[in-house]
């Protein structure tokens, strides 16, 4: 839609350039931007002129850019030592995106927005995610991906703080993965994503809970739990107040889900 209330798009060369102020907004790809009214901005930042390569791939992990669309992280070729290398690809692909919104929305946008159903939130929070932020006139940041998001669509940004990175680890992406994911229609919002992984030399196990849940909520075992271990883990782990409610879902339907197949997960997993 046309957004009647922005009166100019800057495109500066470097985040260093801007001088933030009330009724600035970062523009990355534009997909929620453009879909609703922002009555409170008359001035976009595009992003994509900052220019900053999408991916690098090295010994400590991937490095994704916060400007990286969904699209060109689901192509990527990860290693083969990566076992969690196609959890990447199942991520991206769980979002209700028209082709128009499947190309243009970002990685830092998803995160950002940080709505229950956001799965670069699924998959930064399940990989043990570092994020860099850059605050408007002070020095970088770095915040774990499971303290980001704090609610539905609230997140740890201050004014004018940039998304930067997204490092996740090669030993995280070393794991092995179990993925669940339900929605009320195929190709659906999410109702429930959750994302089990496994270390190969420890066999700790981490559960991640999302879409369920207003934001996510990750519970870590030593070794595989039993089925009691983990309803216990859940019932402990995940208040009721916490589960989510919406048109994709009840509280009481996603939380039968989460421990649904949580228990899927598990008997996977420990495999
Ligand atoms: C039809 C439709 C279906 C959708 N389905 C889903 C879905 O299933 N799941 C889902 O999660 N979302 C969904 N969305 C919402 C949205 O399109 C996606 O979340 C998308 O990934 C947002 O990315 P973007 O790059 O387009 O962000 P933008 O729209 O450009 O920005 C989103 C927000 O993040 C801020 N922002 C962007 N980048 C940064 C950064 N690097 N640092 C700081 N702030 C930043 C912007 O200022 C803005 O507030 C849908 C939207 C539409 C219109």
């Not at 769980?94 to 243009?104: G, Q």
């Not at 030993?171 to 190709?187: E, G, I, N, P, Q």
Request: proline residues 6%; hydrophobic residues 45%.
């Amino acid at each position: 839609m046309d957004l009647n209330t922005i009166v100019e798009v800057k495109r500066p060369s470097s985040a260093d350039d801007v001088r933030w102020r009330d009724g600035y907004a970062w523009l990355a790809g534009g997909t929620w931007l453009f879909s609703e009214p922002q009555v409170k901005t008359d001035t976009l930042i595009d992003l994509a002129s900052l220019d900053w390569p999408s991916l690098s791939a090295s010994a400590k992990g991937l490095d994704i850019a916060a400007t990286c669309t969904i699209a060109e992280l689901e192509r990527f070729k990860t290693p083969p030592d990566w076992k969690a290398g196609p959890l990447l690809r199942e991520c991206c692909r769980a979002l209700l995106a028209s082709f128009k919104i499947w190309n243009a929305a970002t990685v830092g946008g998803n995160i950002c927005l940080s709505l229950p159903a956001s799965p670069m939130v699924s998959l930064t929070v399940a990989l043990e995610a570092v994020f860099t932020l850059w605050p408007r006139g002070a020095a970088p940041r770095e915040v774990r991906a499971v303290d980001f998001v704090t609610g539905n669509h609230q997140n740890v940004l201050r004014p004018g703080e940039l998304l930067r990175n997204i490092h996740l680890p090669a030993d995280a992406l070393a794991r092995t993965y179990a993925f669940r994911r339900a929605s009320l229609t195929h190709l659906g919002r999410s109702t429930v994503l959750l994302i089990g992984t496994r270390a190969p030399e420890t066999g700790a196990v981490h559960l991640t809970v999302s879409a369920a849940t207003a934001r996510p909520v990750q519970l870590a075992f030593e070794h595989v739990p039993s089925a009691e271990e983990l309803r216990r883990a859940l019932d402990t782990g995940i208040a009721d107040a916490l589960y989510f409610d919406d048109v994709h879902g009840s509280p009481a339907y996603r939380r039968h889900l989460t421990y649904y197949l949580g228990e899927e997960i598990r008997q996977e997993i420990g495999r």
